[in-house]
């Protein structure tokens, strides 16, 4: 099984996973700030197991995680959540009704719709890729953690490359929303709309670094990437 765990940025790293079953890259993210360790989305449940032995290889092990946060509630940003101790958990309470039964008690805490969660994270809610979706913002060090909103799913890394500009990536995603903009059975069906208004929102911070839920990490030219592609608003 194929990962990489990565330092971004100064206290914030990345953990990515070859999901096999999706032939796709599934993003945890650590943060480390003051005393308390957050994790923010938690893989897959059978892929646990690789997190936390990658966790291990820099001295943190599970039961040193002080809080979680989901961008969302599918599973492949939930599932590994009961390997975590009786630590406070945040989801927005949109997707409460995505997460199973089985695991709901162990998110008890609400994200707000706009306002600072834990970890000192600006959190406001998207709503696009879930009806629960948020996007965290970590002021100090630039850093914009959006969920599948943004997304490459089932993309390589280039050359291995965990954090990189992604001049590809962004190639082919703006292809993909100059096409999206020109189907009106796709922008009805897929909420074009709603795309946007997020996009607009990311675009509202200043972004040095874009985390994702799956595939490469981008830095630089964040807001300069996101403009391009509201031309096709």
């Known amino acids: 099984m194929k990962t990489y765990l990565e330092e971004i940025t100064k206290d914030v790293y990345a953990f990515l996973v070859w999901d096999e079953s999706w032939d796709s890259y599934n993003n945890c993210y650590l943060l480390l700030e003051d005393n308390d360790i957050l994790l923010i989305d938690s893989g897959k449940e059978e892929h646990s197991r690789f997190l936390f032995t990658a966790l291990n ?10 809080q ?5 509630g599918h599973k492949d940003h939930i599932g590994g959540i009961q390997h975590l101790g009786e ?4 989801i927005h309470n949109k997707d409460l009704d995505l997460v199973p039964k089985k ?3 162990k998110l008890k805490k609400n994200l707000p719709d706009h306002g600072l969660t834990a970890g000192y994270l600006e959190c406001v809610l998207l709503g696009h890729h879930t009806e629960g979706s948020v996007l965290l913002y970590h002021r100090e060090t630039k850093v914009l953690f959006c969920g599948d909103h943004i997304c490459f799913f089932a993309e390589p890394l280039n050359d291995n490359k965990v954090i990189d500009t992604g001049t590809l990536e962004r190639e082919k995603l703006i292809q993909f929303v100059s096409d999206w903009s020109q189907n009106e059975e796709m922008k009805k069906q ?3 709309n709603l795309f ?15 985390c994702t839920g799956h595939g490469v990490i981008l830095k630089g030219d964040i807001n300069r990437f996101i403009s391009d592609l509201l031309e096709f608003e």
Not at 57 to 66: C, E, F, L, M, R
Not at 68 to 72: G, K, Q, R, S, V
Not at 87 to 90: N, Q, S
Not at 196 to 209: R, S, T
């Open 196 to 210: 946007i208004e997020g996009l607009k929102v990311i675009n509202k911070f200043d972004v040095e670094y874009l």
């Open 87 to 90: 630590i406070d958990c945040f």
């Open 190 to 192: 897929h909420n074009f």
């Open 57 to 66: 290889s820099k001295g943190i092990s599970n039961s040193d995680v002080t």
């Open 103 to 105: 695991l709901r008690h």
């Open 68 to 72: 979680f946060i989901a961008t969302h």
